[in-house]
């Protein structure tokens, strides 16, 4: 059974641009969350969809948002880039009543 | 707002030797906590999830508790290997839709 995949795995943008990270979540599951890791901030939760709706939401900025499409892969989009939003972004998915959640390897974000 | 913390930061400790993670938590009311393992560079990888009504997980040389009165989890590696050497994150969530919040992680090192 294939894992999460993130897509692009690392990618480097300049200040003002925008980006679209991409997750596919293991097959069947059907919540997927994002996630946020700094060396400063450690890891931060930044939204959470279910059947292409958005459940919670982290308090990042508007230009932080994301959706989910009817096969539960799921894109976070993040515009205006700021030297800050430099990071490791995290997708997990999950899909029993459990909550346990399975992540992916990241895309590591780099922005100059 | 649940407030997770790690202590030791780091850890080093001569391979073979037992030891205890420890992890804090400000609400009780968790639905389940989570303990990962991260290696550099590296996504999350889920190593136990203890349900809010369970006391332990155990999975190989790894035990986890949960003690919910006094907010705590402990991770417990017996005979320790220079392979368990990574960062170790515990997770607690108040609901099972994907939005946990994260400890700072403790650093462990084995040496051979």
């Known amino acids: 059974k294939a894992g999460v995949t993130q897509t692009p795995r690392y990618l480097i943008k300049t200040r003002g641009q925008q980006v679209t990270l991409s997750c596919s979540p293991i097959s069947g599951h059907r919540s997927v969350s994002w996630y946020q890791q700094t060396p400063g901030q450690g890891l931060q939760f930044l939204f959470e969809y279910f059947s292409e709706t958005q459940r919670n939401k982290g308090n990042f900025p508007g230009r932080f948002s994301g959706r989910q499409f009817s096969n539960s892969r799921s894109e976070m989009n993040v515009s205006t880039l700021e030297l800050g939003d430099s990071a490791l972004y995290l997708c997990a998915s999950s899909s029993t009543s459990a909550g346990e959640l399975f992540f992916g390897e990241g895309s590591r974000l780099t922005v100059l | 707002k649940q407030e997770v913390t790690q202590i030791p930061a780091a850890l080093s400790v001569p391979e073979g030797e037992n030891l205890v993670l420890n992890c804090s938590f400000t609400d009780s009311a968790i639905y389940n906590l989570q303990w990962f393992r991260q290696d550099p560079g590296k996504g999350l990888t889920s190593l136990l999830l203890?349900?809010?009504?369970?006391r332990e997980q155990t999975s190989g040389r790894l035990n986890a508790s949960l003690d919910k009165s006094s907010g705590r989890s402990t991770l417990y590696i017996a005979a320790s290997q220079p392979g368990d050497s990574a960062t170790y994150l515990c997770a607690a969530s108040n609901t099972n839709a994907g939005k946990s919040t994260f400890g700072d992680g403790t650093t462990l090192t084995v040496k051979p």
């Open positions: 203890i349900q809010s009504s369970q």
